[in-house]
Each structure stands twice: as C-alpha cells, then as structure tokens.
C-alpha cells in the first residue's frame, strides 16, 4: 500500500482520503480510529469520576451491572452495557470471551493449554481465557 501525507498548519480541518480496491477489516478499523474523537472514558473510582486513557486501560470485564476498567495500576467502574461501551472503543480492543475485552497492545504474553485454548497474560499479570470463537480474532490482530 502507498501511504501520501500532506502536512500544513493552515489546513482548517483535517482530512483523510483512501483509494482501495476493497474495503477490509483492517481498513474498517483504522477508520474507525480516524473518527474517534474522545481518547478518554470518564470512569468511577470510590466516589470521584476521572478519565481514564484508552491507552491505559488493559483489561474491561462485566461485573454486576457495571463494567470494571484495569489499568496497570488502578481499578476503575463505568456504568453502561459492555455492548454499548465496544462500540465506541478504539480498534485496539477486542473482545476476549462474553463480558471481557482486553487491549491487544498491553499483551505481554501467551499461554498455550491444552484442547486449543489460550491464556493472555497481560502485562499487569492478569490472566484473561480467550473463549474459543474469539481465538481467529486474537490471531488476526497479532498477525499469527
């Protein structure tokens, strides 16, 4: 692929055009990080509300009715449906197994098991399964 930027500081806004013989999965989700214009999820912690960078967040899990946000150092609630909250998520996520999403880019490590399943270990040392119908995925984005 030819990759053209233009850089000028006077450009009112920004823009990106694409020229493709067929639209991707890959291509999908790079737009849909170009369109992405929050790079934070306002999150519960005790009783303050904080944002939380989407680069910092490693692992989202259902718990309850709400969703429990890791970062490498720090826990995190947000109050939604984890359906409605993947959509708005960048491209780095993916979903692990029903109710779990982890960001692939904070993978430190995989566990091979036995009978085809996987283990993630992320870099704060959670441990996450990989539900079986989501493997293909995880393969994808790596590049496995």
């Not at 020229?19 to 999820?41: D, G, H, K, P, V």
């Not at 005790?46 to 309850?64: H, N, S, W």
């Not at 890791?70 to 995190?76: I, W």
């Amino acid at each position: 692929m030819k990759v053209d930027l233009h850089i000028d500081s006077k450009l009112d806004v920004e823009r990106a055009d694409f020229w493709l013989r067929q639209m991707t999965t890959r291509m999908t989700a790079i737009i849909a990080q170009l369109n992405q214009e929050q790079e934070a999820l306002w999150c519960y912690q005790d009783d303050q509300v904080k944002p939380v960078a989407y680069r910092d967040i490693i692992v989202l899990r259902t718990v309850g009715s709400q969703i429990q946000i890791t970062t490498a150092d720090n826990r995190y609630y947000y109050s939604a449906r984890m359906a409605k909250l993947a959509a708005q998520l960048p491209a780095q996520f993916i979903e692990s197994a029903r109710g779990t999403m982890i960001n692939y880019q904070k993978i430190d490590h995989l566990e091979l098991l036995g009978n085809g399943k996987i283990d993630v270990l992320m870099v704060n040392q959670e441990r996450v399964q990989m539900a079986r119908r989501k493997i293909k995925n995880l393969k994808e984005k790596l590049g496995l």
